[in-house]
């Protein structure tokens, strides 16, 4: 069994950064792909990064540039560092393990908000 427990959200300025931490229990770790989705009030989940188990990593558009995730697998953590937060970064992060996700966490708030 997989699971995954999200840290790190909260209340932010727009400019500002925060960083997301997932912590995964279970040996399958080193081999699976992680990702971080959102969803926005009103709005579709979308995928926001995603990062193989060999470290390739991929963005939509909306993050490149800005975002940047991140895994150590000694630790068993994906990362997602969010910089220059936006207004409409504001959403509930989850995050996911296999492609296409077969495990979610329980999602964290991410408010950027002057």
């Known amino acids: 069994q997989v699971q995954l427990e999200e840290s790190g959200g909260g209340l932010v300025q727009p400019g500002g950064s925060l960083r997301l931490s997932c912590a995964v229990s279970?040996?399958?770790?080193?081999?699976?792909?992680m990702g971080w989705y959102r969803q926005a009030p009103g709005k579709e989940r979308e995928l926001v990064a995603r990062?193989?188990?060999?470290?390739?990593?991929g963005y939509a558009d909306s993050a490149k540039g800005r975002f940047t995730i991140s895994r150590d697998n000694a630790k068993k953590t994906v990362y997602l560092q969010m910089n220059n937060l936006k207004l409409d970064d504001t959403a509930v992060y989850y995050c996911?393990?296999?492609?296409?996700?077969?495990?979610w966490g329980q999602g964290i708030q991410v408010t950027v908000s002057s």
């Open positions: 990062i193989t188990s060999s470290g390739s990593t």
């Open positions: 996911t393990a296999g492609t296409p996700p077969s495990y």
């Open positions: 279970g040996s399958i770790f080193v081999f699976i792909n």
